[in-house]
């Protein structure tokens, strides 16, 4: 969860599409198809997947498979090998069914991702390990999870390594084709940041900030700076779409008659050890303690107060204009971290009505 938190400071932007083209019928439909995706953490043993409402998505990921940091294949485990496919049988059963993707994540960060794309071989294993694991347990999609290509010889190997991964589509017979297309996050490679000082003043809470904020107008680490510099250089609008928290991010106010964003902090607030509260735990958190809710319309962005304790995340009003603004930016859809965080499916619902671009 705290390589997620840098995640949303940045930029929101996923390179989506399908795995499996069964038809040219069909692949020329799922390219159109507006996106509504959800990651679902396999920790999340709470909240399994029979429990999803698929009628308000078209895509859930499952999060996540880490590649072996030597050979860079997956070794998966007899009790992952059951989640797996427990996983894509209950989806698929869905009515309405969705499209299931794996995502590759890292957990010793973007080291291992570095070496993966650093040559040829090592990116054959991975592409030839993922191939394997998407056809064994019947995933129509694979994302890859790198947070983030650290210098401009990262992103170069991503593009090789995205270049070689498509390069396995379809060759005239379907019952060898797997991969068409690679559902990826990825972000922008930037140079204007926050500088280190800056970031390390956030991370280590001595201030509060909006996480997903749509727009910083004191920084560029903002969503539509992401967006805009992905479009800016070139990336088609119908292949992004745009990521929205389920979570929150806590802080303890140093004063708590100063509560803005960007107020000195002395430290983290409620949640768990990162300062990290789901949404269904921040809604109940402001029933129970009469929580002052306000909107930063500078950032787009939600937080509440409660004495001390001091709360970002997203609400209904700050999500609207968000998948508004994606909308007017021609985007394909967006994405939820992570689907077990929703309260009553308050905001997964009110995600989905409004995304009325495929009715158009």
């Not at 427990?86 to 570095?114: C, H, Q, W, Y």
């Not at 930016?329 to 997964?348: H, I, P, Q, T």
Request: glycine letters at 8%.
């Amino acid at each position: 969860m705290e390589a997620l938190k840098a995640y949303f400071l940045c930029i929101l932007v996923t390179l989506s599409s399908n795995i499996h083209p069964a038809s040219s019928s069909s692949s020329s439909s799922s390219s159109s198809q507006s996106i509504k995706g959800a990651y679902w953490p396999s920790w999340a043993s709470d909240f399994p997947p029979s429990v999803i409402d698929t009628s308000l998505f078209t895509h859930i990921y499952y999060a996540f498979l880490t590649p072996n940091n030597v050979t860079f294949k997956f070794d998966v485990s007899n009790s992952t090998a059951i989640l797996l496919k427990s996983f894509t049988s209950i989806l698929r059963a869905k009515n309405p069914p969705v499209k299931m993707l794996f995502s590759v994540g890292a957990d010793e960060g973007p080291i291992l991702f570095s070496r993966m794309t650093s040559s040829a071989s090592s990116r054959k294993n991975f592409i030839n390990s993922t191939i394997e694991v998407a056809r064994k347990f019947g995933f129509d999609g694979i994302d890859l999870d790198w947070e983030l290509p650290q210098n401009p010889t990262d992103m170069q190997n991503l593009g090789y390594l995205l270049d070689e991964w498509q390069g396995r589509g379809p060759k005239g017979s379907p019952g060898h084709t797997l991969v068409s297309t690679l559902a990826h996050r990825s972000r922008v490679l930037f140079r204007g940041c926050l500088p280190p000082r800056d970031l390390q003043i956030i991370s280590r809470g001595l201030m509060t900030g909006a996480h997903a904020a749509l727009f910083d107008p004191k920084s560029n680490l903002s969503t539509s700076y992401g967006l805009g510099s992905w479009i800016k250089a070139g990336m088609p609008r119908s292949k992004l779409i745009i990521g929205l928290p389920l979570y929150g991010r806590t802080w303890k106010l140093k004063d708590p008659r100063s509560h803005d964003v960007g107020s000195a902090a002395v430290g983290l607030g409620p949640g768990d050890s990162q300062g990290i509260m789901s949404f269904f735990q921040v809604q109940i958190y402001n029933k129970e303690n009469n929580a002052k809710v306000e909107h930063d319309m500078d950032t787009v962005s939600t937080y509440s107060v409660v004495g001390t304790s001091w709360i970002g995340y997203d609400d209904t009003k700050s999500k609207s204009i968000k998948i508004g603004y994606a909308q007017a930016l021609g985007l394909r859809g967006y994405f939820f971290w992570a689907v077990n965080g929703d309260y009553e499916w308050k905001m997964s619902k009110q995600a989905s009505s409004l995304w009325i671009l495929d009715s158009l």
